[in-house]
């Protein structure tokens, strides 16, 4: 069983900057990629930013230039470091591993709350 954990989440003012951490139970190179998604109340979750297995990473539009994803493969933790925080930014945050090379599933954090307020 794959257990992902966040932490990091919080209030923060506008311009302000906060670093979620996620910590896989397993190796995070077993998986296809990681990544960070968002969902605010009554949105439908979307892609934040991404980590392939190779390296390269992928943002959102509206992140890119202010968030910067990255990972720790000996601590197994994956990192969203977000900067110039703006309101819109507020959402729930979930860590999720695609692609399990033993069984081919995604797994999901249980998220962290990030609100920006102005």
């Known amino acids: 069983q794959v257990q992902l954990v966040e932490s990091g989440g919080g209030l923060v003012q506008a311009g302000g900057s906060l670093r979620l951490s996620c910590v896989a139970s397993?190796?995070?190179?077993?998986?296809?990629?990681m990544g960070w998604y968002r969902q605010a109340p009554g949105n439908q979750r979307e892609l934040v930013a991404g980590?392939?297995?190779?390296?390269?990473?992928n943002y959102a539009d509206s992140v890119k230039g202010r968030f910067i994803i990255s990972r720790d493969n000996a601590w197994n933790t994956v990192y969203l470091q977000m900067n110039s925080l703006k309101p819109e930014d507020t959402a729930v945050y979930y860590c999720?591993?695609?692609?399990?090379?033993?069984?081919?599933?995604?797994?999901w954090g249980q998220g962290t709350q990030v609100t920006v307020s102005s």
């Open positions: 999720a591993a695609k692609r399990y090379y033993v069984d081919g599933q995604d797994y």
């Open positions: 397993k190796r995070i190179s077993a998986f296809n990629d």
């Open positions: 980590l392939n297995r190779d390296g390269s990473t």
